[in-house]
């Protein structure tokens, strides 16, 4: 079983910077196809990915969000960060971290984040 705890969230403004940290129960990056990442759900919308880190250290970044948004990880390997830089509007969402640990999928329970013009 692994437990993702997320936090960080809550109001920013247009071109402002917000930080999301989520820590896991267990290190995750000691096995290179694990991974630990961000998702988003606006209201109305569909769950979206947001950027993911593997233990192989490749990153993805949806296109909206690349060049603005930075996720990285701290030793132990146990805790990734997303550093969110010039948020939009269009950025207010539901913030879920997600992670594939050995071949399970897991959820944290999400932190709100939003973003006024």
């Known amino acids: 079983q692994l437990e993702l705890v997320e936090s960080g969230g809550g109001l920013g403004q247009a071109g402002g910077s917000l930080r999301l940290s989520c820590v896991a129960s267990r290190n995750i990056f000691t096995f290179i196809s694990n991974d630990m990442g961000w998702y988003r759900q606006a209201p109305g919308k569909e769950r979206e990915l947001v950027a993911t880190l593997t233990g192989g250290n490749r990153t993805n970044y949806e296109d909206s969000v690349r060049g603005r948004f930075t996720i990285s990880r701290l030793n132990p390997k146990n805790t990734v960060y997303l550093q969110m830089d010039n948020l939009k509007p269009e950025d207010t969402a539901v913030y879920y971290c997600?992670?594939?640990?050995?071949?399970?999928?897991?959820w944290g329970r999400g932190t709100q984040v939003t973003v006024s013009s």
């Open positions: 997600r992670s594939l640990y050995y071949g399970r999928i897991y």
